[in-house]
């Protein structure tokens, strides 16, 4: 099953997935597995559920991130080192 709550919107407003209800059947009905696609960052913010059900997925190295995402850790890493290295 695929999932994609991808309302992001500056109102974190995402529509009938606000309805935990709702959101428990679009989640535990799938037979063989589950994909969401949307805005990591965005959906943690909504509310503690949608944080644990991110987190969850984060702690168990299940997150994916967007090619826009890797490449801005990967600079950020590299100034990391680069200011790390100033030091030495």
Do not use: H
Request: proline letters at 1%.
């Amino acid at each position: 099953m695929i999932i994609s709550p991808v309302r992001s919107n500056n109102s974190s407003d995402i529509g009938f997935l606000g309805d935990f209800r709702r959101l428990n059947v679009s989640i535990t009905r799938q037979k063989f597995g589950l994909i969401v696609v949307g805005n990591a960052s965005f959906l943690s913010k909504i509310d503690n559920f949608w944080l644990n059900f991110i987190s969850s997925f984060a702690d168990n190295n299940l997150l994916g991130c967007s090619y826009e995402e890797i490449y801005n850790l990967q600079k950020q890493n590299k100034e990391n080192e680069e200011s790390s290295n100033a030091f030495i």
